[in-house]
């Protein structure tokens, strides 16, 4: 079956860093992507790895381990507007993509 | 246009009437998802169209639910005899392709958001 697991809720502070892991277990794999949404909009594109490693774009990095089944966003320099669910989905290779619950995150002054 | 739209942006229906939801994707995206979010929750795919292949119906709930696509333009998602847990809302996504790394990246609409009283 596929499977994808995230934290449900998480709490920061302001200029604090945050990572966000997910697990997966699909039956195909051809990438991994990180989605922003917040409240009451669609989802937007953050980050996307297919290789192992680390991807750095600004103050957001994503993290893949292929042989783990893991991925992690890391958040630096939080601020108030991060506050929202961050969505890891697998792109599972040859049929569909395979979006986890979300992780609400919420940053505190 | 410039990204995905989808129309209307709001629906109320009663319940066991049909609804049809429209979304016009990113011009020359051949890869056009449906999803249901239902509040506080995660995405759930309904369905998929890639090209001209048969699309990928795994996700459909009930047979309440059909889909088309005019070749790699406008798709329609309908739902007939709407019932109360059919409300959420309906988001559709586009890619420029699939199965071609970063590619791959979906681009999501606004939304639908059904309501069935």
Known sequence: ?????????????????????????????????????????????????????????????????????????????????????????????????????GTRLSVLP | GAGVSQSPSNKVTEKGKDVELRCDPISGHTALYWYRQRLGQGLEFLIYFQGNSAPDKSGLPSDRFSAERTGESVSTLTIQRTQQEDSAVYLCASSLAWGAEATDTQYFGPGTRLTVL
């Open chain 1, 1 to 101: 079956g596929q499977n994808i697991d995230q934290p449900t809720e998480m709490t920061a502070t302001e200029g604090a860093i945050v990572q966000i892991n997910c697990t997966y277990q699909t039956s195909g794999f051809n990438g991994l992507f990180w989605y922003q949404q917040h409240a009451g909009e669609a989802p937007t594109f953050l980050s996307y790895n297919v290789l192992d490693g680390l991807e750095e774009k600004g103050r957001f990095s994503s993290f893949l381990s292929r042989s783990k089944g893991y991925s992690y966003l890391l958040l630096k320099e939080l601020q108030m507007k991060d506050s929202a669910s961050y969505l890891c989905a697998v792109d599972n290779y040859g049929q569909n993509f395979v979006f986890g619950p």
